[in-house]
């Protein structure tokens, strides 16, 4: 997994809570992403970033927002989780603008109840 | 994880012989294509890659065909094994912009011994 940790792997929350999920990385690659993952819908980009403190929305953004305050970590959190962001969630880093490779975290399942 | 599965459509096929999963990008300006293996309750991983200047890439038991015409793309898993059961997606990017990357919903592929 390119050295690339999620923290929880499970978590279950109420609606209307915060939820921050973690992202951590020791490759040093300066790409990070978050997606989501449902069924039918593949892998849907959520936000995205290509530097410390850059960050900008992806294709599901609403409802998310994200922070990069260093290289190795990008958090996202849901500022009040609804039943629509049950979902499993995963980062993913990537080396440079140069390498179009993904590599991929274990996973967050998220249960909003 | 399994629950992404079980919504996609599934790929049947008996140890040994050849697999052919396809996939309909959606870009007709995407640049660059790639193929991940998504096991249960793992994040994707990297299979293999082409560019759009190319119609075919090989790599060790798997080819990927580009057909930029029709916008298709196509894994081929020659001498399947069980341990390529998994679900498998095509994922697309255009250069230039922080290689996000667009992915398919995916095909579940069931090998039986």
């Known amino acids: 997994d390119a050295g690339i940790t999620q923290s929880p792997r499970h978590k279950v929350t109420e609606t209307g809570t915060p939820v921050t999920l973690r992202c951590h990385q020791t490759e040093n690659h300066r790409y990070m992403y978050w997606y989501r993952q449902d069924p039918g819908h593949g892998l849907r980009l959520i936000h995205y970033s290509y530097g410390v403190k850059d960050t900008d929305k992806g294709e599901v953004s609403d409802g998310y927002s994200v922070s990069r305050s260093k290289t190795e970590d990008f958090l996202l959190t849901l500022e009040s989780a609804t039943s629509s962001q049950t979902s499993v969630y995963f980062c993913?880093?990537?080396?440079?603008?140069?390498?179009?490779?993904?590599?991929f975290g274990p996973g967050t399942r998220l249960t909003v109840t | 994880g399994e629950s992404v599965g079980l919504h996609l459509p599934t790929l049947s096929v008996q140890e040994g012989d050849n697999s052919i999963i396809n996939c309909a990008y959606s870009n007709s300006a995407s640049d660059y294509f790639i193929w991940y293996k998504q096991e249960s309750g793992k994040g994707p991983q990297f299979i293999i890659d082409i560019r759009s200047n190319m119609d075919k890439r090989q790599g060790q038991r798997v080819t990927v065909l580009l057909n930029k015409t029709v916008k298709h793309l196509s894994l081929q898993i020659a001498a399947t094994q069980p341990g390529d059961s998994a679900v498998y997606f095509c994922?697309?990017?255009?250069?230039?912009?922080?290689?996000?990357?667009?992915f398919g919903a995916g095909t579940r592929l069931a090998v039986h011994p």
């Open positions: 993913a880093t990537g080396p440079d603008s140069f390498s179009y490779e993904q590599y």
């Open positions: 994922a697309e990017t255009q250069f230039g912009g922080y290689n996000k990357l667009i």
